[in-house]
């Protein structure tokens, strides 16, 4: 998954549980009582987390960082030799810009496993810890609780 991906399923998670603690205060102030099941956001329950240095704090991430860099050089190669055979402008960019399309799924491929290990360690932790909402701290000026560091604990004791 990818990184804009990853913030716009936090923000979506955010702002449904905003939606939902909202409506929540309002069906108690028209009287209706609130069952122990619902829950209510307060800054006790929204956690911050540093999304860069979690990423970065994966185990596997400078293996596959290796593989991401031996794969760039061999696309590189390979557009090049495609380049080379062809005397149409347009159709040598087109041969760069195929491998480079190549690449970036590639990439994307090797870096699903490492956000998805980021991404259940951040739920796991917030379930723990009765964390509702969870945002990327450099969105939040003010609250929250930082669990980056509960976070990367969590990712070393999985591999």
Do not use: W
Not at 5 to 21: D, E, G, Y
Not at 40 to 46: D, H, L, M
Not at 71 to 96: H, I, W, Y
């Amino acid at each position: 998954m990818s990184a804009k991906k990853i913030m716009l399923f936090i923000i979506t998670i955010a702002i449904f549980a905003m939606a939902f603690a909202v409506s929540a205060s309002a069906a108690a102030k028209k009287g209706a009582s609130a069952s122990s099941n619902s829950a209510t956001v307060t800054s006790a329950n929204i956690g911050v987390v540093d999304r860069g240095e979690i990423l970065n704090s994966h185990p596997q991430l400078n293996q596959v960082r290796q593989q991401l860099a031996n794969l760039a050089r061999q696309k590189e190669n390979e557009a090049k030799a495609a380049a080379d055979k062809e005397t149409d402008q347009q159709k040598k960019a087109q041969a760069v810009q195929a491998k480079r399309m190549e690449l970036a799924q590639e990439e994307q491929k090797l870096m699903a496993p490492i956000y998805h290990d980021c991404e259940q360690a951040v739920r796991e932790v917030a379930a723990k810890k009765n964390i509702l909402i969870v945002l990327d701290k450099f969105v939040v000026l003010i609250g929250g609780i930082d669990i980056t560091q509960d976070v990367i604990q969590q990712l070393s004791r999985k591999k």
